[in-house]
Protein backbone atom coordinates (compact mmCIF):
# COMPACT_ATOMS: atom_id res chain seq x y z
CA UNK A 1 0.00 0.00 0.00
CA UNK A 2 2.06 2.99 -1.13
CA UNK A 3 1.16 6.80 1.19
CA UNK A 4 -1.12 7.93 -1.72
CA UNK A 5 -3.34 4.94 -0.14
CA UNK A 6 -2.88 5.58 3.02
CA UNK A 7 -4.16 9.16 2.78
CA UNK A 8 -6.70 8.72 0.82
CA UNK A 9 -9.18 7.96 3.72
CA UNK A 10 -7.54 9.81 5.93
CA UNK A 11 -8.45 12.83 3.35
CA UNK A 12 -12.11 11.53 3.08
CA UNK A 13 -12.86 11.59 6.93
CA UNK A 14 -11.56 14.83 7.08
CA UNK A 15 -13.89 16.44 4.51
CA UNK A 16 -16.74 13.82 5.97
CA UNK A 17 -16.21 15.51 9.50
CA UNK A 18 -16.51 19.37 7.68
CA UNK A 19 -19.39 18.32 6.24
CA UNK A 20 -21.18 16.99 9.10
CA UNK A 21 -19.74 19.75 11.69
CA UNK A 22 -21.30 22.67 8.79
CA UNK A 23 -24.71 20.81 8.47
CA UNK A 24 -24.95 20.27 12.22
CA UNK A 25 -23.85 24.59 12.71
CA UNK A 26 -26.67 24.98 9.69
CA UNK A 27 -28.77 22.79 11.55
CA UNK A 28 -28.71 24.60 14.57
CA UNK A 29 -29.26 27.97 13.57
CA UNK A 30 -32.16 27.01 11.39
CA UNK A 31 -34.08 24.39 13.56
CA UNK A 32 -32.32 24.13 16.80
CA UNK A 33 -32.18 27.70 17.70
CA UNK A 34 -35.62 28.87 16.84
CA UNK A 35 -37.13 26.53 19.54
CA UNK A 36 -34.31 28.40 22.12
CA UNK A 37 -35.33 31.35 21.04
CA UNK A 38 -39.38 30.53 21.57
CA UNK A 39 -38.65 29.30 24.82
CA UNK A 40 -36.81 32.12 25.70
CA UNK A 41 -39.77 34.51 24.65
CA UNK A 42 -42.33 32.80 26.76
CA UNK A 43 -40.06 33.37 30.24
CA UNK A 44 -39.84 36.72 29.54
CA UNK A 45 -43.65 37.89 28.21
CA UNK A 46 -44.12 36.10 31.59
CA UNK A 47 -41.42 38.33 33.44
CA UNK A 48 -42.32 41.72 31.84
CA UNK A 49 -45.88 41.27 32.39
CA UNK A 50 -45.61 40.15 36.04
CA UNK A 51 -43.21 43.57 35.71
CA UNK A 52 -46.46 45.84 34.56
CA UNK A 53 -48.79 44.95 36.50
CA UNK A 54 -46.70 45.69 39.48
CA UNK A 55 -45.89 48.99 37.82
CA UNK A 56 -42.03 47.55 38.09
CA UNK A 57 -41.18 47.49 34.35
CA UNK A 58 -37.87 49.06 33.81
CA UNK A 59 -38.84 52.63 31.86
CA UNK A 60 -35.16 54.20 31.96
CA UNK A 61 -31.73 54.57 33.48
CA UNK A 62 -29.12 51.52 33.04
CA UNK A 63 -31.40 48.48 32.29
CA UNK A 64 -29.15 45.17 32.51
CA UNK A 65 -28.84 43.87 29.04
CA UNK A 66 -31.47 40.82 28.42
CA UNK A 67 -34.05 42.18 30.39
CA UNK A 68 -37.35 42.45 28.70
CA UNK A 69 -38.42 46.45 27.87
CA UNK A 70 -41.34 46.19 25.75
CA UNK A 71 -43.96 44.20 23.77
CA UNK A 72 -43.73 44.64 20.12
CA UNK A 73 -46.91 44.07 17.93
CA UNK A 74 -47.11 44.35 14.31
CA UNK A 75 -49.86 42.85 12.81
CA UNK A 76 -48.78 43.24 9.31
CA UNK A 77 -46.64 40.76 9.66
CA UNK A 78 -47.90 38.81 12.42
CA UNK A 79 -45.24 39.79 14.81
CA UNK A 80 -45.40 39.54 18.42
CA UNK A 81 -42.22 39.57 20.30
CA UNK A 82 -40.91 40.52 23.65
CA UNK A 83 -37.85 43.19 23.03
CA UNK A 84 -34.92 43.04 25.76
CA UNK A 85 -32.68 45.64 26.02
CA UNK A 86 -29.07 45.32 23.99
CA UNK A 87 -28.50 44.76 20.78
CA UNK A 88 -25.35 42.46 20.96
CA UNK A 89 -25.49 38.95 19.41
CA UNK A 90 -26.20 36.85 22.45
CA UNK A 91 -29.36 39.71 23.66
CA UNK A 92 -30.24 38.93 20.08
CA UNK A 93 -30.70 34.88 20.49
CA UNK A 94 -33.74 35.71 23.05
CA UNK A 95 -35.71 37.75 20.67
CA UNK A 96 -35.58 41.76 19.25
CA UNK A 97 -33.51 44.36 21.31
CA UNK A 98 -33.35 47.55 22.46
CA UNK A 99 -30.04 49.73 21.27
CA UNK A 100 -29.40 51.19 24.88
CA UNK A 101 -28.23 54.34 23.76
CA UNK A 102 -31.71 55.45 22.02
CA UNK A 103 -34.93 56.28 24.33
CA UNK A 104 -37.52 53.30 24.87
CA UNK A 105 -40.65 53.19 22.58
CA UNK A 106 -42.97 56.17 23.64
CA UNK A 107 -40.49 58.18 24.40
CA UNK A 108 -39.69 61.50 22.90
CA UNK A 109 -36.99 61.29 20.89
CA UNK A 110 -36.03 57.81 18.18
CA UNK A 111 -36.16 54.73 19.55
CA UNK A 112 -33.95 52.01 17.89
CA UNK A 113 -34.61 48.08 18.03
CA UNK A 114 -33.00 45.59 15.84
CA UNK A 115 -33.70 41.96 15.45
CA UNK A 116 -32.24 38.92 13.46
CA UNK A 117 -33.74 38.49 10.28
CA UNK A 118 -33.16 34.55 9.63
CA UNK A 119 -31.89 32.98 12.76
CA UNK A 120 -33.03 32.23 16.13
CA UNK A 121 -36.76 32.22 14.59
CA UNK A 122 -35.92 35.35 12.42
CA UNK A 123 -38.41 38.08 14.42
CA UNK A 124 -37.75 40.25 12.08
CA UNK A 125 -37.32 38.36 9.09
CA UNK A 126 -40.99 39.71 7.51
CA UNK A 127 -40.00 43.25 8.58
CA UNK A 128 -38.70 44.46 5.45
CA UNK A 129 -42.13 44.09 3.16
CA UNK A 130 -44.29 46.03 5.35
CA UNK A 131 -45.33 49.10 3.46
CA UNK A 132 -46.13 52.94 4.29
CA UNK A 133 -49.04 53.14 6.83
CA UNK A 134 -48.72 49.80 8.41
CA UNK A 135 -49.38 50.01 12.67
CA UNK A 136 -47.07 48.98 14.48
CA UNK A 137 -47.87 48.70 18.42
CA UNK A 138 -45.45 48.97 21.14
CA UNK A 139 -46.37 48.19 25.16
CA UNK A 140 -44.14 48.98 28.24
CA UNK A 141 -43.98 50.37 31.58
CA UNK A 142 -45.13 53.63 30.52
CA UNK A 143 -48.81 52.34 28.40
CA UNK A 144 -49.53 51.42 24.83
CA UNK A 145 -47.99 53.27 22.24
CA UNK A 146 -48.83 53.17 18.14
CA UNK A 147 -46.49 53.86 15.36
CA UNK A 148 -47.54 54.17 11.66
CA UNK A 149 -45.09 52.98 9.16
CA UNK A 150 -43.37 56.02 7.39
CA UNK A 151 -41.65 53.22 4.76
CA UNK A 152 -38.76 51.33 4.23
CA UNK A 153 -34.79 52.28 3.46
CA UNK A 154 -31.35 50.48 2.86
CA UNK A 155 -27.99 51.35 3.05
CA UNK A 156 -27.33 54.50 0.91
CA UNK A 157 -31.13 55.55 1.51
CA UNK A 158 -32.05 59.15 2.29
CA UNK A 159 -32.75 59.61 6.24
CA UNK A 160 -35.98 60.55 6.92
CA UNK A 161 -37.06 64.00 8.31
CA UNK A 162 -35.80 65.49 11.71
CA UNK A 163 -38.35 64.96 14.21
CA UNK A 164 -40.18 67.78 15.53
CA UNK A 165 -39.87 68.70 19.33
CA UNK A 166 -41.31 66.74 21.34
CA UNK A 167 -41.65 63.85 18.44
CA UNK A 168 -41.26 60.07 18.84
CA UNK A 169 -39.86 57.58 16.02
CA UNK A 170 -39.26 54.11 15.92
CA UNK A 171 -36.51 52.56 13.56
CA UNK A 172 -36.63 48.76 13.23
CA UNK A 173 -33.03 47.46 12.09
CA UNK A 174 -32.75 44.25 10.25
CA UNK A 175 -31.05 42.42 7.52
CA UNK A 176 -32.11 40.71 4.42
CA UNK A 177 -30.41 38.43 1.71
CA UNK A 178 -31.48 37.09 -1.90
CA UNK A 179 -30.79 33.53 -3.12
CA UNK A 180 -31.64 29.99 -2.08
CA UNK A 181 -29.18 30.61 1.39
CA UNK A 182 -31.05 34.13 2.14
CA UNK A 183 -31.82 32.74 5.29
CA UNK A 184 -28.20 32.73 6.67
CA UNK A 185 -26.35 34.89 4.41
CA UNK A 186 -28.00 38.38 5.09
CA UNK A 187 -25.87 40.98 4.32
CA UNK A 188 -27.85 44.00 3.73
CA UNK A 189 -29.10 46.38 6.42
CA UNK A 190 -32.91 47.38 6.26
CA UNK A 191 -34.53 50.06 8.02
CA UNK A 192 -38.63 50.57 8.84
CA UNK A 193 -39.07 54.11 10.44
CA UNK A 194 -42.46 54.48 11.88
CA UNK A 195 -43.96 57.96 13.39
CA UNK A 196 -45.40 57.76 16.78
CA UNK A 197 -49.39 58.61 16.80
CA UNK A 198 -50.10 59.15 20.23
CA UNK A 199 -48.48 61.33 22.62
CA UNK A 200 -44.69 60.85 23.28
CA UNK A 201 -44.20 60.43 27.18
CA UNK A 202 -41.01 61.70 28.85
CA UNK A 203 -37.83 59.54 29.14
CA UNK A 204 -36.14 59.68 32.88
CA UNK A 205 -32.68 59.85 31.49
CA UNK A 206 -29.75 57.86 32.52
CA UNK A 207 -29.30 56.37 29.23
CA UNK A 208 -25.41 55.82 28.18
CA UNK A 209 -24.03 57.93 25.57
CA UNK A 210 -22.27 55.08 23.66
CA UNK A 211 -22.54 51.51 22.88
CA UNK A 212 -19.38 49.24 22.10
CA UNK A 213 -19.17 48.35 18.77
CA UNK A 214 -20.74 44.49 18.98
CA UNK A 215 -24.12 45.95 20.03
CA UNK A 216 -24.15 47.86 16.29
CA UNK A 217 -25.64 46.79 13.64
CA UNK A 218 -24.04 43.69 11.45
CA UNK A 219 -21.32 43.03 14.66
CA UNK A 220 -20.26 40.13 16.00
CA UNK A 221 -19.49 39.63 19.64
CA UNK A 222 -15.71 38.56 19.86
CA UNK A 223 -16.07 38.19 23.83
CA UNK A 224 -17.50 35.04 22.81
CA UNK A 225 -14.63 33.75 21.60
CA UNK A 226 -13.04 32.56 24.90
CA UNK A 227 -15.85 30.40 26.21
CA UNK A 228 -16.05 29.40 22.58
CA UNK A 229 -12.50 28.26 22.82
CA UNK A 230 -13.16 26.47 26.69
CA UNK A 231 -16.24 24.72 25.10
CA UNK A 232 -14.39 23.35 21.99
CA UNK A 233 -11.39 22.16 24.45
CA UNK A 234 -14.25 20.38 26.39
CA UNK A 235 -15.99 19.00 23.50
CA UNK A 236 -12.16 17.36 22.40
CA UNK A 237 -11.58 15.82 25.45
CA UNK A 238 -14.64 14.42 25.46
CA UNK A 239 -14.22 13.04 22.13
CA UNK A 240 -11.13 11.65 23.59
CA UNK A 241 -12.94 9.77 26.02
CA UNK A 242 -15.18 8.30 23.69
CA UNK A 243 -12.80 6.76 21.09
CA UNK A 244 -10.77 5.68 24.49
CA UNK A 245 -14.02 4.04 26.13
CA UNK A 246 -15.51 2.67 22.74
CA UNK A 247 -11.44 -0.11 22.42
CA UNK A 248 -12.20 -1.07 26.05
CA UNK A 249 -16.33 -0.90 26.36
CA UNK A 250 -19.07 -2.14 24.49
CA UNK A 251 -19.96 0.36 21.23
CA UNK A 252 -23.67 0.48 22.87
CA UNK A 253 -22.83 1.10 26.70
CA UNK A 254 -20.65 3.57 25.26
CA UNK A 255 -23.26 5.70 22.69
CA UNK A 256 -25.44 5.35 25.46
CA UNK A 257 -23.60 7.28 28.31
CA UNK A 258 -21.06 9.34 25.28
CA UNK A 259 -23.24 10.56 22.94
CA UNK A 260 -25.95 13.00 25.20
CA UNK A 261 -22.32 14.57 26.54
CA UNK A 262 -20.71 15.24 23.32
CA UNK A 263 -24.04 16.65 21.98
CA UNK A 264 -24.38 19.14 25.33
CA UNK A 265 -20.56 20.28 24.77
CA UNK A 266 -21.48 20.98 20.90
CA UNK A 267 -24.64 22.49 21.63
CA UNK A 268 -22.95 25.03 23.73
CA UNK A 269 -20.18 25.32 21.82
CA UNK A 270 -22.49 25.98 18.85
CA UNK A 271 -24.34 28.77 20.84
CA UNK A 272 -21.23 31.13 21.22
CA UNK A 273 -20.02 30.22 17.80
CA UNK A 274 -23.15 32.15 16.77
CA UNK A 275 -22.33 34.93 18.71
CA UNK A 276 -19.48 35.49 16.24
CA UNK A 277 -21.87 36.19 13.71
CA UNK A 278 -22.99 39.42 12.73
CA UNK A 279 -25.68 40.23 15.37
CA UNK A 280 -28.55 40.91 12.26
CA UNK A 281 -28.45 37.57 10.81
Same mark, same amino acid.
Not at 1 to 21: D, G, H, I, N
Given at each position: ???????????????????????????????????????????????????????????????????????????????????????????????????????????????? @??????????????????????????????????????????????????????????????????????????????????????????????????????????????????????????????????????????????????????????????????? @? @??? @??
Amino acid at each position: MTATQTAEPSVVQVLLTLAALALWVVGYLVVIAPVQQDRAQQVLYSTFREQVALATAPIGGMIPPGAPVAVLEIPGVALREVVVEGTAASDLTSGPGHRRDTPLPGQVGVSI @LYGRGGTFGGPFGQVPVLRKGDRVTAVTGQGSFEYRVDGVRRTGDPLPQPLADGGARLTLVTAEGEGRFAEISRDETVYVDATLLDEAVPSPGGRPNLIPQPERAMQPDPSALVPLVLWLQALAMAMGLFVWARARWGRWQVWMVGAPVILALAWRATEYAAQ @L @LPN @LM
